[in-house]
């Protein structure tokens, strides 16, 4: 089903996950494990996975593969897809292999020019068709109607190569006009901010849900690495609970566990958004403490027919 009708008919707040494709075999094996934990009793069960794609289609198979795995744990998965650097043949290629697998719901992206080492693999073959992220939304439903629920990503703080906020916005009003049925953003830290965003969104019409994107810090060098990629502000408290904990790894991802769980029930409380994207990096104890925290029940964020056989629920109810 659509996201958006899985939106509709949940009971209570949700969350879903983003993973990313393994290289090997065995840790192909190993993520399925987790996602299948992830995704137990007593766990709410996630109302949708998502599985990234490398620039220029550098994972597409293994992507794609990830992603029938995942559907054949029962689970509704969102496809992201990017669009530069990628013939249009292979475009064509993964949104059939979705409709073959059964997989309806794709996050459309622009994605990032190769690093050198992929351009050798995958030279641009078709620079002008897909230019931005609205281009790929548009090619779907001319290609596709309205099989596929289309999200799109939304920056908190704007994208880099944005001149300000207000063309960031734009733009992503644009490609809601186009056809876009929700928007996952970038990671973020500075909960106000968000919700001076999310408030201009709506302001300037764009009414699509927005499922904030969630990172829980997992460790004080890839928080720092990430922080300094997106330019995202971070809280002057965050970094002064940091700083004495910065070489202790168990600390600083208990810490980012605790801040997580209250960003995620501080956006919950506001009722500006419906739900949270966890960002797992593939890790299992983060999101599990949290979950655990936020306490939600196996069926607070269920639909009425969970898509994963649930003990004290029939499959069919
Ligand atoms: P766009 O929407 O095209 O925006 C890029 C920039 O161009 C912005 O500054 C925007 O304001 C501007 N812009 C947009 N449309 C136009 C237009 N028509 N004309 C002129 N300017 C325009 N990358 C991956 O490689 N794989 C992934 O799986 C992946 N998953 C992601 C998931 C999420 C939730 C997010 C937030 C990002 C993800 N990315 C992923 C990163 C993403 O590919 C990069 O951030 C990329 O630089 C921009 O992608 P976009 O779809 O936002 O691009």
Known sequence: PHLTSLLAQRNGPFHTFEFFPPRTEAGLVNLLDRVRRLASEPL???????????AG????????ELSEQITKLGLEVI?????????????????????????TNILALRGDPP????????????????????DLVRYIRAEHG????????????????????????????????????????QLFYDVEGFESWIKECR???????IIPGVMPIQNFASFRRLVNLTHTPVPVSIMSDLEPIRTDDAAVKRYGAKLATQMV????????????????????KSVRTILENL?????????????????NQLIDD
């Open 79 to 103: 496809l992201h897809l990017t669009c530069t650097n990628m013939p249009k043949e292979k475009v064509d290629d993964a949104l059939s292999k979705c409709k073959e697998m059964g997989i």
């Open 203 to 209: 302001r300037i019409g764009i009414s699509v849900p």
């Open 146 to 185: 309205d099989y596929f629920c289309i999200g799109v990503a939304g920056y908190p703080t704007p994208h880099l190569d944005s001149e300000s906020v207000e063309d960031d916005l734009k733009w992503l009003k644009v490609k809601c006009d186009a056809g876009a049925d929700f928007i996952i953003t």
């Open 57 to 64: 289609g550098a994972t597409a198979d293994r992507s794609l």
């Open 115 to 134: 690093r050198s080492e992929e351009y050798a693999v995958i030279p641009p073959t078709e620079p002008d068709l897909f230019q931005h992220a609205d």
């Open 265 to 284: 029930r501080r956006l919950l409380s506001s009722s500006l958004v419906p739900g949270v994207h966890f960002c797992t990096l593939n890790l299992e």
């Open 44 to 54: 709410p069960a996630p109302l949708a996975v998502s599985v990234t794609w490398g």
């Open 295 to 311: 306490g939600w029940s196996a069926e607070s964020n269920q639909l009425k027919s969970s898509p994963l056989p649930r003990h």
